[in-house]
């Protein structure tokens, strides 16, 4: 399943199967993107990031994909689990003062 | 233990009442934020604050203040609470780390967020 996370802000996926939430961004001085994940009831908790000079990172069943050209990060689940199913939300940081910018949020919904 | 709490985690009060909601962290950062959320909205930044006694304003500050008087605490104030300001409230921090370049990179850690009713 894939979603733009800005445009379609839900994703439903079946247990076992790979997630894709994308992010698009607008900032091309952003160096530094985070994603988030919120489950209902708590604060975000952070996923995984990535810098610019990267274009993918890995993680435990989670890979950060970034294409500066077209200002586009993604993140993929592998095997989604019914415990993924939250909000996703990415951020991203461009400045010396390090501040956060937040898309939207992506809702995934994993069913068994 | 937690490592950034806020209190309370509920609130419902009434239009034109002074509010305060507290967060503390033990973290040991010097960076604190406070964002609100409201529902499709994502996370709005409010005020921010780098050190103690520094104080930023962010992307709606309007109708809110805060004050940091020690690193380890960071309060937001509703000096007269209105309906619009009802919503899920969320407390940060962050250490800034640096990048080779000059650019700056910060993860933030949220705490378990205050919701807030303005009748």
């Known amino acids: 399943g894939e979603s733009v996370g800005l445009h379609l802000p839900t994703l439903s996926v079946q247990e076992g199967d790979n997630s894709i939430i994308n992010c698009a961004y607008s900032?091309?001085?952003?160096?530094?993107f985070i994603w988030y994940k919120q489950e209902s009831g708590k604060g975000p908790q952070f996923i995984i990031d990535?810098?610019?000079?990267?274009d993918k990172r890995q993680g435990q069943r989670v890979t950060v994909l970034l294409n500066k050209t077209v200002k586009h990060l993604s993140l993929q689940i592998a095997a989604t689990q019914p415990g993924d199913s939250a909000v996703y939300f990415c951020?991203?940081?461009?400045?010396?003062?390090?501040?956060?910018?937040f898309g939207r949020g992506t809702q995934l919904t994993v069913w068994p | 233990d937690a490592d950034v709490t806020q209190t309370p985690r509920n609130r419902i009060t009434k239009t034109g009442k002074r509010i305060m909601l507290e967060c503390s962290q033990t973290?040991?950062?010097?960076?604190m934020y406070w964002y609100r959320q409201d529902p499709g909205l994502g996370l709005r930044l409010i005020y921010y604050s780098f050190d103690v006694k520094d104080i930023n304003k962010g992307e709606i500050s309007d109708g809110y203040s805060v004050s940091r008087q020690a690193q380890a605490k960071f309060s937001l104030s509703l000096e007269s609470a209105i309906p619009n300001q009802t919503a899920l409230y969320f407390c940060?921090?962050?250490?800034?780390?640096?990048?080779?370049?000059?650019?700056?990179?910060?993860?933030?850690?949220f705490g378990p967020g205050t919701r807030l009713t303005v009748l």
């Open positions: 990535i810098r610019s000079n990267m």
């Open positions: 940060a921090t962050s250490d800034l780390r640096s990048l080779a370049g000059g650019s700056s990179y910060n993860e933030q850690f």
């Open positions: 951020a991203e940081s461009g400045s010396t003062l390090g501040r956060l910018y």
């Open positions: 973290k040991g950062h010097d960076r």
């Open positions: 900032n091309s001085a952003s160096d530094y």
